[in-house]
């Protein structure tokens, strides 16, 4: 059995879902309105403030795509009521960022600037010069932004340089020895 797949989603207050014909979920909430379709073979009901995911048969398809389901649920709901965030920094000698209306601008050591334009419903903030944070009410959208800034320059390992998640361990390794 799927012990995610399993797990009962609580609804918090101020948030409200529809489960309309062929599973097409509605998530409404103090952060905006999120919609998805989910698989016609899968069993979503709404009872209270409780969603509950089950499954017709234990085929291999259905049983894949139980926890999959739940977990994209629970994060719509999550979205909607609290959203998601990333922080993600820089490390090197003159790389640093900054906004320009719709456009987060980088510089990273190249001869040009990496200028990169904000998706709809997400937002960017830049604290420090260094310092970056993508958030949204999508964590698909909220993870692929993020991974694309750090995309441009990934940590290298000698000296460190480049940009990573703020919880991220970049592995050092030693470099050439002095005769």
Do not use: C, W
């Amino acid at each position: 059995m799927s012990r995610i797949g399993n797990k009962v989603i609580q609804v918090p207050a101020g948030v409200t879902v529809e489960v309309a014909k062929n599973n097409f979920v509605t998530v409404k909430g103090p952060k905006g309105q999120l919609q998805q379709q989910f698989n016609e073979v899968l069993n979503i009901k709404l009872e209270g403030n409780e969603i509950t995911i089950s499954r017709p048969n234990n085929e291999m398809f259905t049983r894949k795509i139980h926890g999959t389901t739940r977990a994209l649920l629970f994060n719509m709901v999550k979205g909607v009521s609290e959203g998601f965030k990333k922080q993600l920094e820089i490390r090197g000698v003159g790389y640093r960022a900054q906004l320009q209306g719709k456009l987060l601008v980088l510089q990273l050591g190249f001869s040009h600037n990496v200028e990169l334009e904000i998706p709809a419903g997400l937002s960017v903030e830049v604290p420090k010069n260094t310092d970056i944070i993508v958030s949204g009410m999508d964590k698909a959208a909220v993870g692929q932004f993020a991974a694309e800034i750090r995309e441009f320059r990934k940590p290298e390992p000698y000296k460190g340089k480049g940009i990573r998640y703020v919880d991220e361990y970049v592995a050092r390794k030693a470099g050439k020895t002095a005769k």
